[in-house]
Structures are given as structure tokens and as C-alpha cells.
């Protein structure tokens, strides 16, 4: 089993940067893929990044790519997503998500960014 709390969302003006993190515990192999994925209204989800659990391969999105950075926190056992250049199509439910198996299985309650024009 493994439990995802995500944190660090709000409303910022557009430009502005917002720092997600994603509290892990549980099961967790270094090999594990974790992500970060959005759904914002009416719209389905969405992947936004991911990386491995050791915290290595980060990959993007073409609509972040440039503005979001993933990372590990050993210290801390989370993964965060550092939101730069914020736009508001960016206005989202914010997700962390783990591996169960071969797919995404266990997900955070999510965490709301909005961002005003």
C-alpha cells in the first residue's frame, strides 16, 4: 500500500510560481515511476510530469515543459513539482500518483492552483 497527501496549491496571479509537494509513504521501489497529472473543469486528466523514485528521468508535458520542474526530497520523502510562469489553462486539480502494478493505481485527494488573469 502506498498513501499520497499533496499540498502547496492556491491561487496565484498569472506569472507567479507555486511549489507542490507530495507526501509518500508506504511501499516504494527505487525503480517506481511517480507523477504528477491535472484535471481541470469539464476537462479529462491529464499527465503533467513524472520522474522515477530515485528521482532520476524527469519528463514533461509539451504544455509545461520549460516552466514545471519534478523532483525528489530524500530528506522529506516527498515529490515535488516547482510551477513557474504560471498561466491560467494552468488552473487545475493538481494529482500525485504512484505505480500500482504496470499502471498508476494510488492517488493523493489532489490540490487545488488556481490561477487569475
Known amino acids: 500500500q502506498v498513501q499520497l497527501v499533496e499540498s502547496g496549491g492556491g491561487l496565484v496571479q498569472a506569472g507567479g510560481s507555486l511549489r507542490l509537494s507530495c507526501a509518500v509513504s508506504g511501499r516504494t521501489f527505487s525503480s517506481d515511476v511517480m507523477g504528477w497529472f491535472r484535471q481541470a473543469p469539464g476537462k479529462e486528466r491529464e499527465f503533467v510530469a ?6 532520476e528521468s ?13 523532483s525528489r526530497d530524500n530528506a522529506k520523502n516527498t515529490i515535488d513539482l516547482q510551477m513557474n510562469s504560471l498561466k491560467p489553462e494552468d488552473t487545475a486539480v493538481y494529482y500525485c500518483a504512484a505505480p500500482r502494478g504496470s499502471v498508476f493505481g494510488y492517488w493523493g485527494p489532489g490540490t487545488q492552483v488556481t490561477v487569475s488573469s
Open 50 to 55: 513524472r520522474i522515477t523514485w530515485r528521482g
Open 58 to 70: 524527469p519528463s514533461y508535458a509539451d504544455s509545461v515543459k520549460g516552466r514545471f520542474t519534478i
